[in-house]
């Protein structure tokens, strides 16, 4: 029988030695990294360099474009991303017709991406923005066997070795003054340069990625410039909603005061979980998520605090439903599915497939940011979800952790390089263990047993500018109990990125 | 044991081949859609001004459209209903212009039928089951060779790729590359204003299975004609596009060639400093309704367009 995990429990845990270990890594590399002295503006977006490659500075500086005052700007971004899994130790593997290992073997990965961005002002205060992107991807174990710990964040659930182009984003705000100081928003992706009201409602409509203004964070969120792992893309057990790329259709309502900000969305989630398909009725099924920001000046270095809360209305199954139905039917198992199911043979199993209706998941988080430097910052998130039910769009996380540190390399003379350090832990639910425990795959993981431990990682990069405008990063990943299962593992993962900007 | 292989041995062929005669094979689909549209800034809706001037500038364009009934197979609309929205963006410099475009499938729907023993399945594409659909990407450039901008003859070259994206049984792509090399003239004379184009479409993709699908490559050619009506700041242009294509391999053959016309309205922003918008509508119906040419169609979009920089435009 599964247990509940509580801190006090973790603390009783080999893994959570790790977990000591690994803070204890954190902090001598942040004493390790910071340089002396400091005063600057970092949580707020750095100035692009007036050397840096791109198109929009090219123009720029031939006088044929405003950066401050945009009627459009277009950029683009390409990353190439290998990674290597060393052979782990496995008692087993998709036991008893499981579908949700992580295979013990060797294995490469890779992905590649490109995104072309496009921005237009329409009118006073509206914007509209169009990104392109194409994706080619090798998952590990046909993206198997880790729960929020996957080691590449740009891995998409339906992504194939073919490169497939698709809309990432179309989208309008429009933004509404309501006075205070003006502040300058700076020219970058998705952003047209120009100035606005400190005191502003913002609203944006269309098909975008909530991520891509909520639970944002300075130092762990940029992933094609910073950390590899999806653990540090946002909270592990954020199960916003979207569909099988990552993206949603919906609307999102900012109210900025000053140093205060509120955000209000609700998106639309897939049909089936995990899968691309989108389910329109958004006043039927839904993820809705409410965040408050409080940016800060702790002995003059900015920071932030945000704390989140969602709350997802799905066609999804609960943990307890599925393992009831099995105890009292044998034949609702996972061989047996004639609903939507990940693909188990394993007719020992319970499965979601026979009890997926309107349920909801709630969580809630906290994320943190703080530079302690000009060229040092840190940065922590927590997340508490109910975990009752399966994972519906990100990952199979139910608690998680995250926190570390992120260096630019201006100490070593090196200002546009980037070295990071982070832990990220996440946990199940004790009804979740249970059906795991029981053979159940719930999204990608499911190895047939469990073994219930917290899933972790210990990730360290570091980022060289080789160009102006292109990087090529290193990076070692220590993971255990993947799919939080003790049985198996650790896995090492050894990468390597390319990421250039235009 | 060879003597329980040897009996089954004929059952297992006889079973197979049986299966294989009632089982239908399921043709693939291609891309159905015949209407290129323009590159921003170029005017009109399919054909192409060749007024490109001054010094960098550029245009984004918006665009929405829908096609009834684009391609049929022996009366039945495989493909009935075929809605998309595209979004293009070029740069312009001088008389050179380059440009991307992307297109959105809304809505792809039809009835499925056979022919013979090939089952030809209508697609089902929609945007809550296709969110982030893009069927192929084009990329291309363009350039005035002769004339000015504004002159009464000008002539010029433009040549595109199509990336493929999507699934072919969609009907939104062909899968593979594709290529169209296009010799355009375009002129003004007062109010009267036209453009043409004579080109080829390098299409390696051959469907005759399907009738009215793809041959191979293909022969494109087109022809408007309007008039240019100031009003203020701005100009109306109206007058009727006409645009086709016919397979190389059996040209202007009844199943191999389709013609279609539009009557295109814009209205345009004609000052010459700061950005400009068009706004443009079109409607029109297959004049032969084959090989892609749909029933009827309508075509809506808007575009920003303008130039950052001046050169001297020579007329």
Known sequence: MAQRVTPQACAKLPSARRLRRAAAWIVAAIVALAPAGAAAEVSEAAPRPDDQFDVMNVLAHRGLHDLRDERWNAYGQVTLMGQYKAPFHAPYTNANGSIGSLSPAAEGSFTGTATVYLGARLWPGAEAYFAPEVVAERPLSDLHGLGGAIQNFELQKTGVVTPQIYRSRAYVRQTFGLGGEREERLSDPLSLGTTVDSRRIVVTVGNFSVVDFVDKNTFSGDLRRQFFNMAFLTHAAYDFAADARGYAFGGLVELYLDDWAVRVARMTPPKEPNQLAIDFRIGTYYGDQVEVEHVHRILGKSGAVRLLGYRNRENMGRFDDAVAARRADPGKNAAACTGFSYGSANPGAPDLCWVRRANVKMGVGVNLEQHLTDDLGVFFRGMFSDGQTEVYSYTATDRSLSFGALARGAPWRRPLDLAGVGAGVGWISRDHAEYLGAGGVDGFIGDGHLRQAPEGVIELFYSVNVLSSLWVAADWQHLWNPAFNADRGPVDVFGARIHAEL | ?315
Request: some cysteine; glycine content about 16%; aromatic content about 6%.
């Open chain 2, 1 to 315: 044991m060879p003597s329980c292989s040897r009996a089954t041995a004929p059952a297992l062929a006889i079973a197979i081949a049986t299966a294989a005669a009632s089982t239908p094979a399921i043709a693939d689909g291609f891309a159905v859609e015949r209407l290129r549209l323009a590159p921003p800034g170029a005017g009109w809706i399919a054909l192409d001004s060749l007024d490109m001037r001054g010094g960098l500038g550029g245009a984004v364009a918006l665009s929405g459209g829908y096609a009834r009934a684009p391609l049929r197979v022996d009366g039945t609309p495989v493909v009935a209903n075929q809605a998309f929205a595209d979004v293009a963006a070029s740069v312009t410099w001088d008389r050179f212009r380059a440009h991307l475009g992307l297109t959105s499938p809304l809505r792809v729907s039809g009835r499925s039928t056979g022919v013979g023993a090939a089952r030809i399945e209508a697609p089902d594409v929609s945007l809550g089951r296709h969110p982030d659909t893009l069927s192929d990407a084009r990329v291309g450039a363009s350039a005035r060779l002769l004339g000015g901008p504004a002159g009464g003859f000008r002539l010029g070259a433009s040549a595109e790729l199509r990336v493929p994206s999507g699934d072919r049984v969609d009907y939104v792509t062909d899968g593979t590359y594709r290529g169209v090399i296009l010799s355009s003239f375009a002129g003004d004379h007062g109010a009267l204003t036209y453009a043409g184009q004579l080109g080829v479409h390098l299409r390696p993709l051959d469907v005759p299975s399907i009738p009215g699908g793809p041959r191979g490559s293909e022969l494109l050619f087109g022809l408007a004609v309007g008039a240019r009506l100031p009003f203020g700041p701005t100009a109306i242009v109206v007058g009727p596009e006409v645009f086709g294509e016919t397979a190389l391999r059996s040209a202007f053959g009844a199943q191999s060639t389709g013609v279609e016309g539009l009557l295109s309205l814009r209205v345009e922003g004609t000052a010459e400093d700061g950005p400009q918008l068009r706004a443009r509508v079109g409607v029109g119906a297959g004049l032969d309704p084959r090989f892609g040419a749909p029933e009827w169609r309508m075509v809506f979009g808007v575009e920003l367009f303008g130039r950052t920089g001046h050169r001297s435009a020579k007329p």
